[in-house]
């Protein structure tokens, strides 16, 4: 007998959900929750879980060869680019860059710098290459004149002879988003909704930041640069070529984080697409960005206008450190959880993913204004 189809509001009523702003791993779409648990025991008749399949069997190729078509589909990759399904996250991939892209040990590479993930990219890189940072100017919204806005200044630093450029175009720890489109060849981003391939050698994102479950990584790279450009020590299972080759399955893959994954990428699709999750994006990030601009300095964002990341909404409380600790606090016994910001920098963070929806925003929003009433006596609209 088919399950009885439960409504999002529904199963978040019956098992007590929360609203999870975390940065990561982030909320999940109820609705492929659901999914997930229907088919948890028996997966399209096979007696199994998904978690239980061979992955080199014919049912498990399946999933795989689906979730590879529909991010094909959803984020319109070229034919001559390769989509890998890898693990090790991103900070995996801080190291498998150099080792796969470099060229030869001791290659010139670029890394812009704009926070905690590209500098943690950038020193892992230094052990197979000679790191040229580029320190973009620190966004800080005090001062208008250290913003993204002079980006032509130091994209002109980069080097003429680098094997490749990186960049990470949302910093999901300091709050920064680029809002350009720079013009290197190789250049490495991530975590962008929207891509022009023609501008980029290799993307990847971490799953669990808005694609599904913590374990996988998804890549995306150019075929011509998986040809002889790896190091020589490059561990086969960070290689690209071989992970290629192998059409993901070199080793055993985390299978139900890429089951997962492909279910969140159908719930895409099903909701209008890359296009819609971009208009609500700016939709819910607009709505908390002009409600902290509009609160008489009683909340503050740190980052300037010009580069403020749609998806990490990085913001304090001018009553300090510890008002902050308890407007978390207060929030997660209302159901508002992981609103604190990472642990190296403090603050408040709500990261508004796909999954949060504009309901979910506005209740964040309402209480908000609750606090700041019961805390300052500011009445905000």
């Not at 013009?183 to 501008?199: C, L, T």
């Not at 561990?235 to 279910?263: A, C, M």
Request: glycine letters at 8%.
């Amino acid at each position: 007998m088919a399950p009885t189809p439960v409504s999002a509001h529904d199963l978040s009523q019956k098992h007590k959900r929360v609203v999870n702003f975390s940065a990561g791993p982030s909320k999940l779409p109820d609705s492929v929750l659901q999914r997930a648990q229907e088919e948890m025991l028996n997966f399209r008749e096979t007696g199994s879980s998904v978690m239980e399949l061979s992955h080199r069997g014919k049912t498990f190729k399946s999933v795989i060869s689906e979730a590879e078509k529909l991010t094909r589909q959803l984020l319109n990759v070229p034919d001559n680019f390769r989509i890998l399904f890898m693990q090790g996250g991103g900070c995996g991939q801080f190291a498998a860059v150099p080792l796969n892209l470099a060229g030869s040990p001791g290659a010139t590479v670029d890394y812009i710098v704009t926070g905690r993930w590209s500098e943690s990219a950038a020193k892992e890189a230094e052990k197979y290459c000679q790191v040229r940072k580029v320190h973009a100017p620190k966004p800080h919204a005090s001062d208008s004149s250290d913003s993204e806005d002079s980006e032509e200044e130091w994209w002109s630093e980069l080097s003429e002879n680098a094997a490749y450029v990186y960049m990470c175009d949302n910093e999901t720890v300091d709050g920064v988003e680029f809002k350009c489109t720079p013009g290197s060849r190789h250049v490495v981003e991530y975590d962008e909704p929207s891509i022009d391939f023609s501008k980029y050698g290799l993307v990847f994102a971490g799953a669990q930041k808005n694609l599904g479950p913590a374990g996988v990584t998804v890549v995306i790279v150019r075929e011509d640069l998986m040809d002889g450009r790896a190091l020589p020590f490059c561990p086969s299972v960070l290689s690209y070529h071989v992970t290629s080759r192998n059409d993901s399955l070199y080793n055993t893959p985390p299978t139900f984080s890429i089951y997962v994954t492909g279910l969140v990428m159908q719930w895409v699709r099903d909701s209008g697409g890359v296009a819609r999750m971009q208009e609500l994006s700016r939709e819910k990030s607009s709505l908390l960005y002009n409600l902290i601009e509009n609160s008489q300095g009683f909340y503050y964002c740190p980052v300037d206008k010009s580069c403020r990341s749609r998806m990490n909404i990085v913001f304090r409380l001018s009553g300090g450190e510890a008002l902050e600790k308890r407007f978390a606090e207060e929030a997660a016994k209302q159901g508002l959880t992981n609103l604190e910001g990472h642990r190296s920098i403090g603050g408040l963070r709500a990261s508004l993913y796909n999954a949060v929806t504009i309901a979910d925003t506005r209740t964040l929003a309402s209480f908000m204004r609750d606090f700041a009433k019961r805390v300052a006596q500011i009445d905000l609209a």
